[in-house]
């Protein structure tokens, strides 16, 4: 599968991306917004998992754009914004799931699993 | 003694007298600045901005934008302010009889509707024609007032009286926000438990040639042009230095109209801005200190020097002649307004330190200056002048004025360093060596023509035109 | 900015202004190199940092996703063996401390244990330590951070005494670290606290708290706190926790001295209404100042159930103060939409004022 990872801190980044690859997951990562939607049209990923607080476009605003979409992916969203009106909203927008940060990245590749299953 | 003696030596001793003292004024600045902004820097370090972005219990925020014919760009702009990162504000937009369809054009793309509103009116203003919300969830924290024009103070009056949080953030439709400009700018408001902070601004910077996508800056870079590039030098001298200095000594008179945040309840109180002025935001900042110093209250102006807010400069000698022109016609409209504090020991700092440097040398030396200048003339035609002195003096006062902005570049480049690129702190060097040449005297002139319009009482803002960031192509 | 002077003093001041002319120049020329030279060593240090940090973050992100401890001793011997004297290296090391603590502030589970495993394998902590002594107040600060962090609880005394430091960075730093090691039993430091807690602490201090359990017993002694701030923070703790046990203090707090306590007191009691707490705000209403009755007037739409507010709030209704007027129609609203309206074949609950109100409000 692959899967998009877009999340500004470095090392955030490389341990998600690890984690994934672990579970025999093919992973691209990007650090800022704009270029995670550029990669969404451009590498066409299965599985999306996107922080909210990012340079040049909110995980929010991804979730949005790729939900209006003709193809379908799911989509992750991975942030320390866990309050609950953040939560309601990227459910509204489409998000498949919610993550909280601090988060256990074994509890995410059992989510991602899980949405792969579907 | 005669007469003409008596006048030839009080000029000459009184800009001697002159002279020495705003040079002592500006190293001292420079050197007053250097412990605010090692603090500050040492600070961030360990600052958690983010967690006021997930906090529940953060403030909520009212942005208040006045808008008038930004029809080319009020989509995006608006859109920008909606993607702010923060979790509970409101967004107005206040539309000042715009005579284009900026209106329309925001009622198409946001899907408003006229809804019902109170509001009490604190503060007499213009009537309002409607106000609207959108009819789409994802756009529930945008408000459009449309109301009668009446100036950008009325206008944020209007804002100020239907904002509905304790804080309101007075900006300019298109200023391009930094991505944790909202977190930085509202922090000081919890910082300080022992005294009531009632305003907050931040650092504006120069946009003109930056790349921009999306309503974010993606690139910085020095600008081309000739005038936005002196712009650049002039605003890194007063902000990192000027503001910094007056902010560490608690008696900064002015936050950038462009963007500042304020306690609502004491604008209230003090009856919002004035629309009487064309400098609105320097004599609101300047009223609100008044008010707190009259009434004994123990408070504080914060200063943000991290650049938080960017927009566009002049670029013509016209337009930047118009805007320093209205400078200074609202220094002196707020310098009058308040006279009753110069050297009043009751107004503390305010009222002995910043208010007079504000009269004599942000005020008087333009004035000092170009009469200087004239004298000059009249000297050098009576020949009176000692050209070697002449020449002397005015090699002094050029290496001074670079070693002052070349001090400014210093710590710019040591904090911030927005300029990564070699090329470009040759090219600001460059600008601090040309500057008291030719920027300068330009700068001079507009501020005796601000005098002059003054005095004859213009009181119009003048359009303001501009390029607008969408139809500016982002380099590849 | 400047001004041109014009003047014939006596003989030799050409001179000095010459000489000083050309000082001025030389501290021009001085100045622009020494950007450059800062520049150009600032250019290499982020180099050497960004090579290094580029190594560790690898071994962090490889780190947390160790399954055992085991395999975190595993990973850590294999990189040493690649990366030898890297690791005894003071400038290194604190890249790496750095790198930890801003990784495990996002991470829990047992990716953080593994963090803080490797942390004190390489014995991080006596780095920070050392730092912890420092008299330079950002030093210290920044490491009472990371050893909290990295719930080094063998530090905690010492953290503990800094919690009333005079200065604001290191008080706030260590009581957010005990709070981080120990919960809610690390407010303690309320009790003795003579410095103001400013709202921003308290926000970070709820964010620390958010999973823990609250002690009722030290919220109710701080709320009678002679420090003001003290008093506003149990009272958000009551909030945030819902403390129901604590209605009457409380509202002892509508009386005090401070507009913000007053505030926050109203806030506490959205949260832990009982069915006094209407009867409460609407005998508090006379005495209050115009801010504190309209957030009343709010609240009882809020938890207002029936008559006894809509009659109180009907009295409201022909004020002459147009911002009660509004906010008291608007709470009436609030209270009418929650109770469900039945129609004229029905009895004695639908009462007459009941539907009059309705009217007069809408």
């Keep these: 599968m692959k899967i998009l990872v877009a999340e500004d801190e470095p090392i955030m980044q490389k341990t998600i991306a690890l984690r994934l690859k672990k579970d025999g997951h093919h992973v691209i990562t990007t650090d800022n917004g704009r270029e995670a939607l550029s990669l969404i049209d451009s590498e066409l990923p299965d599985l999306i998992i996107t922080d909210i607080m990012m340079p040049y476009a909110s995980g929010l605003e991804i979730v949005g754009t790729v939900k209006k979409l003709e193809r379908k992916v799911p989509i992750i969203v991975l942030s320390a914004m866990g309050q609950e009106n953040v939560v309601v909203e990227a459910f509204d927008l489409g998000a498949d799931d919610f993550i909280a940060k601090p988060f256990s990245p074994n509890e995410l590749s059992m989510r991602v699993k899980r949405l792969m299953a579907q | ?476 | 900015m400047t001004a041109f002077v014009l003047l014939k003093i006596t003989v030799g001041a050409d001179t000095l202004f010459l000489n000083a002319a050309a000082v001025l120049a030389a501290a021009v020329a001085g100045m622009l190199s020494f950007v450059f030279l800062f520049r150009k060593q600032r250019y290499l240090r982020q180099q050497k940092k960004g090579a290094v940090l580029h190594l560790f973050s690898n071994l962090v992100a490889e780190t947390a996703i160790c399954e055992s401890l085991q395999e975190v001793q595993a990973t850590l011997q294999a990189f040493a063996a690649a990366n030898g004297k890297l690791l005894q290296k003071p400038f290194a090391r604190q890249v790496l401390i750095k790198a930890l603590v801003k990784t495990k502030d996002e991470i829990s589970g047992s990716a953080a244990g593994n963090l803080q495993h490797l942390f004190e394998q390489l014995q991080l902590h006596k780095d920070c330590y050392q730092r912890f002594l420092s008299k330079q107040w950002h030093v210290k600060a920044k490491a009472i951070q990371q050893l909290a962090e990295m719930q080094q609880s063998q530090y905690l005394v010492k953290i503990y005494r800094e919690t009333n430091h005079t200065n604001k960075y290191i008080r706030t730093e260590a009581q957010l670290a005990v709070v981080k090691l120990t919960g809610f039993k690390g407010l303690r430091f309320l009790n003795i606290v003579s410095h103001p807690v400013s709202q921003w602490q308290q926000l970070s201090l709820l964010s620390q708290l958010k999973d823990g359990l609250a002690e009722e017993d030290n919220i109710r002694r701080w709320l009678s706190s002679s420090n003001s701030t003290v008093v506003e923070f149990a009272l958000r703790l009551t909030e945030a926790f819902k403390c129901y046990q604590l209605h009457t203090e409380v509202v002892a707090c509508l009386q005090h001295t401070s507009a913000v306590v007053r505030r926050q007191a109203l806030h506490a009691l959205r949260e832990i209404a009982c069915e006094d707490t209407t009867s409460v705000l609407m005998h508090y209403f006379s005495t209050a100042g115009k801010e504190e009755q309209l957030v009343v007037l709010d609240l009882l739409g809020e938890i207002g159930t029936g008559e006894k507010e809509l009659f109180f709030l009907d009295t409201l209704l022909s004020t002459n103060d147009k911002g009660i007027r509004y906010s008291a129609s608007r709470a009436v609203q609030q209270i009418t939409s929650n109770i469900p309206i039945k129609t004229e074949a029905v009895t004695v609950t639908s009462s007459p004022l009941l539907s009059l109100l309705t009217k007069k409000a809408v």
């Design chain 2, 1 to 476: 003694m005669s007469f003409w003696t008596f006048l030839s030596d009080f000029f000459r001793y009184g800009i001697l007298v002159y002279s020495v003292a705003i040079l002592c004024f500006y190293v001292f600045i420079a050197l007053y600045s250097i412990g605010e902004t090692k603090e500050y820097v040492r600070k961030s370090t360990f600052a958690n901005y983010p967690l006021l972005a997930s906090s529940e219990h953060a403030p909520s925020l009212s942005i208040l934008a006045p808008a008038y014919n930004e029809a080319a760009t009020i989509v995006e702009n608006v859109r920008s302010l909606l993607n702010i990162y923060y979790n509970h504000f409101e967004v107005i937009i206040i539309n000042d009889g715009s005579k284009d369809d900026s209106l329309q054009k925001l009622m198409a793309v946001y899907d408003l509707e006229p809804v019902p509103y109170f509001s009490e009116q604190v503060i007499a203003t213009k009537p309002i024609r409607a106000v609207y919300k959108s009819r789409n969830p994802v756009y529930k924290k945008l408000v459009v007032v449309d109301k009668v024009n009446g100036g950008k103070a009325d206008a944020l009056n209007v804002g100020i009286n239907i904002a509905r949080n304790q804080y309101v953030v007075c900006i300019d439709v298109d200023c391009i926000l930094e991505q944790d400009a909202m977190l930085k700018l509202t922090k000081p408001f919890l910082e300080n438990a022992e005294k009531r902070v009632i305003a907050t601004g931040g650092v504006v910077r120069i946009a003109n040639d930056c790349e921009v996508k999306d309503g974010k800056i993606v690139k910085v870079n020095l600008p081309s042009q000739f005038l936005p590039r002196m712009q650049t030098l002039e605003y890194i001298r007063a902000f990192l230095l000027g503001r910094m200095a007056w902010s560490r000594m608690d008696g900064l008179l002015l936050i950038s109209g462009a963007f500042g945040a304020f306690d609502r309840d004491i604008v209230l109180r003090v009856g919002g801005y004035d629309h009487k002025t064309v400098g609105e935001d320097m004599e609101l900042v300047v009223r609100m200190r008044c008010y707190m110093e009259e009434q004994k209250l123990p408070y504080e102006v914060a200063y943000i020097p991290d650049p938080l807010c960017w927009t566009e400069a002049p670029a013509s000698f016209k337009i930047l002649g118009r805007q320093r022109n209205r400078w200074t016609r609202g220094t002196i409209e707020t310098l009058r307004m308040h006279r009753k504090m110069f050297f009043n020991p009751g107004y503390r700092i305010l009222g002995m330190v910043s208010y007079p440097y504000w009269f004599f040398f942000e005020f008087l030396a333009p004035l000092v200056e170009f009469t200087g200048f004239v004298g000059f003339c009249v000297f050098a035609v009576l020949g009176l002048v000692s050209w070697k002195l002449f020449f002397a003096l005015l090699l002094f006062i050029y290496a001074f004025a670079a070693l002052f902005s070349s001090f400014a570049i210093l710590m710019e480049v040591m904090t911030y360093n927005q300029y990564k690129k070699r090329q470009e702190i040759f090219s600001l060097m460059l600008t601090a060596l040309v500057e008291p040449l030719f920027f300068h005297p330009f700068v001079v002139w507009a501020a005796v023509k601000g005098n002059i319009d003054f005095l004859r009482k213009k009181n119009a803002w003048g359009e303001m035109s501009r390029q607008g960031f969408a139809t500016r192509k982002a380099n590849a």
